[in-house]
């Protein structure tokens, strides 16, 4: 590893890490007094993880939860005191919008894989000759084992149907982008794993004990507090600048100036990444090619009687052939406890792409969609530009070739890579740690 000799000359490895969102602030709790740690971030700590309090409203700008699969975001929530403050979803109900109305998706549901039949059977979201080519699944063979889009792969064991009006909008909301380019081994390894063993989904997932865990966890004060935790458990120096470039010798130039250290962490969305990156141009060109969207959300409080139908669910997601102005509308308030105070609901849209006014395209779409025409009394929209980073098919040779091109203690990390999510990005702090030999 170049600048090997820092190990060993009596003084504390220094790391620079470039960003403060929840990936730079995770390298640096698990760096905390093994290495002299600054980070380089021009805004507030958390990235687009941002919540506000207004008027009574508990609203989250970013995201509002974390999967529960991955259990690195619920151990490091322990590990900083605050397991006390997870929370479930206090409903699990989910509607898909379709044909002009809402549809309950059928219970049992994993994804696109059916594990209960009668709710399948029952519901009028998909046709009976969708519903049969689903069932296809249970005598369909094995694919070929390489890595192919996951919607190419949802399409092949349940058909089309099920891929655009259950698999794909349900996927909306976490990678932005269209099935077919996906890479299903980048997004669902389960997956691919589970048709390399078992053949069927459908028979592996019925054969699979239900766990009782709930399949997200929030934090009751909000996603800021673990925010405000990690920045209290780290020992780091902050400098409120924004990065220019990274230079060989691991020194990075930023606005104010520059800082030295013995390795370099960039804990940045890739396209800002890439401008970083220009001494290295193998790697610059390789990250580039990480296509990031740009989203926003849009959060909305009203008086419980002005909302015309019951919030009796987590909300409700949109396939992309109804080609509607959201991807999807949480009922916050259902679905979590203390989101909005009594005798009020608050809904939060998510939408993608640049907009002048994101805010009025939520609210002509919760008209039409839930008949919604009084005012709202808080309306808050966030803005994320090119941060939802896409995995497209070969993402994982991709960030392969882009760690060979950089020197040993030049390292990327964040959601852009190798997990998209908190807890991923957590998980990825521990392996950022070891490639540090700390």
């Known amino acids: 590893m170049q600048h090997s000799e820092s190990y060993n000359c009596g003084r504390m490895k220094r790391v620079v890490i470039v960003g403060g969102g929840v990936a730079g602030l995770a390298v640096a709790y698990r760096l905390r007094g093994r290495a002299a740690v600054t980070i380089l971030e021009p805004n507030e700590p958390g990235g687009t993880i941002r919540t506000v309090r207004e008027k009574g409203f508990l609203i989250e700008g970013g995201p509002d939860s974390f999967v529960t699969a991955k259990p690195e975001g619920i151990q490091l929530c322990r590990e900083l005191g605050l397991g006390e403050d997870l929370i479930p979803p206090s409903v699990r109900k989910v509607y898909v919008f379709s044909r002009g109305s809402l ?48 919607g190419s792969f949802v399409r092949r064991r349940f058909g089309q149907e099920a891929l655009s009006k259950i698999a794909e909008p ?139 139908r019951p919030l009796d669910g987590t909300g409700f997601v949109m396939p992309r052939e109804e080609r509607r102005g959201i991807l999807a509308c949480t009922w916050s308030s259902s679905k979590f406890v203390g989101r909005a105070p009594e005798g009020f609901a608050l809904l939060r849209c998510f939408l993608e792409g640049r907009m002048s006014n994101p805010a009025e395209v939520a609210r002509q779409e919760l008209r039409r969609i839930l008949g919604i025409a009084a005012e ?63």
């Open 103 to 150: 549809h309950e998706l059928p219970e049992g549901m994993f994804l696109t894989v059916p594990t209960r039949i009668a709710p399948m059977v029952w519901t009028r979201l998909i046709s009976w000759p969708g519903k049969v080519r689903m069932g296809l699944d249970l005598v369909l063979p094995r694919g070929g084992g390489g890595d192919e889009s996951l």
């Open 376 to 438: 709202p009394v808080v309306s808050r929209a966030f803005e994320w530009p090119e941060a939802n980073p896409i995995y497209e098919v070969g993402h994982g040779e991709r960030i392969a070739a882009i760690e060979r091109s950089l020197p040993a203690g030049l390292l990327v990390t964040g959601a852009g890579y190798r997990g998209i999510g908190i807890p991923g990005c957590i998980a990825d702090a521990s392996r950022i740690t070891n490639r540090l030999g700390l």
């Open 170 to 308: 349900l996927m909306a909301g976490i990678f932005v982008a269209e099935a077919d380019r996906l890479s299903l081994r980048s997004t669902f390894p389960r997956f691919a794993d589970l048709e390399a063993r078992h053949r069927s989904l459908i028979r592996a997932m019925r054969s699979t004990p239900p766990s009782g865990q709930s399949p997200l966890v929030t934090l009751r004060s909000g996603l800021s507090s673990l925010v405000e935790r990690l920045c209290t458990g780290i020992d780091a120096t902050w400098v409120r600048s924004a990065a220019a470039r990274v230079d060989p010798g691991y020194r990075v130039v930023h606005a104010a100036g520059a800082v030295e250290g013995d390795a370099v962490v960039l804990a940045t969305p890739p396209p800002v990444a890439a401008g970083l990156l220009s001494r290295w141009t193998e790697a610059a060109e390789l990250v580039g090619r990480i296509r990031c969207a740009t989203t926003a959300t849009v959060s909305l409080g009203y008086r419980s009687g002005d909302v015309p």
